[in-house]
């Protein structure tokens, strides 16, 4: 079964960093781009950050660029996003999604929720 | 700055047609943007239903179907039901590697 798992969410101020783990199983890693997606409380979907299957490009929303960084470990069928400098407006539930067919997200975690707060 | 635009809400009565349009405010939307369409109930990861304008992700009832309607992509519920009541979303692939979501539709069934 295709899953992928978000972890690393929490509670941090404002200015401080955080990274987020995307565990991936159920399919070959290294054959898919992945892309990080993020919900404000209450708010719609925004696409934040996608890598390409060996990590060679990497792609950011305006709101990412300059301080979010994307990685993935194809050894450890994981990919990353670390958040620096973040903002009370970072606060939301960030998903992971598989890149498939066609330029969609075919398979999503259930996310892990990240609040900035001071 | 890109902007995708959806109507925030719509209702349709069980049984019923409703469409859902994905509109670019720059341009007009075609094949080229690869239109994807999501669904989404409150506390719940998103789940594809429609990707590359028209083809339907696997398990998603019939009843749901994308195409180009004038400038715009779109997705149509033909005879809706109840548990169709959700947020949909649409998703265009601007390019180099690039994705845009529209703001979101809240369909209401009654």
């Known amino acids: 079964e295709v899953q992928v798992l978000e972890s690393g969410g929490g509670l941090v101020q404002p200015g401080e960093s955080l990274r987020l783990s995307c565990g991936a199983s159920?399919?070959?890693?290294?054959?898919?781009?992945m892309t990080w997606v993020r919900q404000a409380p209450g708010k719609g979907l925004e696409w934040v950050s996608s890598?390409?299957?060996?990590?060679?490009?990497?792609y950011y929303a305006d709101s990412a660029k300059g301080r979010f960084t994307i990685s993935r470990d194809n050894f450890k069928n994981t990919m990353y996003l670390q958040m620096n400098s973040l903002r009370v407006e970072d606060t939301a539930i960030y998903f992971c999604?598989?890149?498939?067919?066609?330029?969609?997200?075919?398979?999503w975690g259930q996310g892990t929720l990240v609040t900035v707060s001071s | 700055q890109t902007v995708v635009t959806q109507e925030p809400s719509l209702s349709v009565s069980p049984g019923g047609t409703v469409t859902i349009t994905c509109g670019l405010t720059s341009a007009s939307v075609s094949t080229a943007y690869y239109p994807s369409w999501y669904q989404q109930t409150p506390g719940q990861a998103p789940r594809t239903l429609i990707y590359d304008t028209r083809t339907r992700s696997s398990g998603v009832p019939h009843r749901f179907s994308g195409s180009i309607l004038g400038d715009k992509a779109a997705l149509t519920i033909t005879g809706a039901q109840a548990d169709d009541e959700s947020d949909y979303y649409c998703?265009?692939?601007?390019?180099?590697?690039?994705?845009?979501f529209g703001g979101g539709t809240k369909l209401t069934v009654l």
């Open positions: 890598i390409s299957p060996y990590g060679t490009s990497t």
């Open positions: 999604a598989k890149d498939g067919k066609g330029y969609q997200f075919d398979q």
């Open positions: 998703v265009l692939y601007l390019n180099s590697g690039i994705s845009v």
């Open positions: 159920g399919f070959s890693f290294s054959d898919y781009a």
